[in-house]
T-cell receptor, first 113, second 117 residues
Framework: NAGVTQTPKFQVLKTGQSMTLQCAQDMNHEYMSWYRQDPGMGLRLIHYSVGAGITDQGEVPNGYNVSRSTTEDFPLRLLSAAPSQTSVYFC????????????FGPGTRLTVT | AQTVTQSQPEMSVQEAETVTLSCTYDTSESDYYLFWYKQPPSRQMILVIRQEAYKQQNATENRFSVNFQKAAKSFSLKISDSQLGDAAMYFCAYRSALIQGAQKLVFGQGTRLTINP
């Protein structure tokens, strides 16, 4: 039981490049979310999904795209990377709306030069 | 919108002593959940303790306990008998109990805790 996995662990991009951060879970959780962590600001919600085929925007969605075609996977796409997107990205899952705990992946550190 | 504030960017404590981390929040909702997460240098987010707003009793998990003051919108974390492994960044977080907000955690800025041997 791997829990929540994220790939890659580290990535360096040039401004304007695109890439996809991968998130996968094997716990059959309904909810999946993406957060970014910046120094002095805690974690902020980018996008979330309440189930396959359903996604919605969080607090800081600009510059990011998501889709959820399966329960297990929730990729985050950077369409045209900018230095302001340099951050640590976390994927999180939650079993259902009544669940207390969100389970976090190990994070991806992204640097945009 | 809800906000969470941690006013102590850094704290330090001697090993075996007790330390309290502060957290205040702002919300107009009456039912919600509060959490403390620990983030060690490995970057992994680890749930330390949670509190349901409808419960008056303060939550306790071994050496970790909270002081939940609903009227004051305060949620502090007390770590007793501090150990070297407690050194980490600690985040306070809020989550609505409403269905439409149930998957969104609102985090504070974090408090970096150092344990001095």
């Amino acid at each position: 039981n791997a829990g929540v996995t994220q790939t890659p662990k580290f990535q360096v991009l040039k401004t304007g490049q695109s890439m996809t951060l991968q998130c996968a879970q094997d716990m059959n959780h309904e909810y999946m979310s993406w957060y970014r962590q910046d120094p002095g600001m805690g974690l902020r919600l980018i996008h979330y999904s309440v189930g396959a085929g359903i996604t919605d925007q969080g607090e800081v969605p600009n510059g990011y795209n998501v889709s959820r075609s399966t329960t297990e996977d929730f990729p985050l796409r950077l369409l045209s990377a900018a230095p302001s997107q340099t951050s640590v990205y976390f994927c999180a899952t939650q079993r259902e709306v009544g669940s207390y705990e969100q389970y976090f992946g190990p994070g991806t550190r992204l640097t945009v030069t | 919108a809800q906000t969470v504030t941690q006013s102590q960017p850094e704290m330090s404590v001697q090993e075996a002593e007790t330390v309290t981390l502060s957290c205040t929040y702002d919300t107009s909702e009456s039912d919600y959940y509060l959490f403390w997460y620990k983030q060690p240098p490995s970057r992994q987010m680890i749930l330390v303790i949670r509190q349901e707003a409808y419960k008056q009793q303060n939550a306790t998990e071994n050496r970790f306990s909270v002081n939940f003051q609903k009227a004051a919108k305060s949620f502090s974390l007390k770590i007793s008998d501090s150990q070297l492994g407690d050194a980490a960044m600690y985040f306070c977080a809020y989550r609505s109990a409403l269905i439409q907000g149930a998957q969104k955690l609102v985090f504070g800025q974090g408090t970096r805790l150092t344990i001095n041997p």
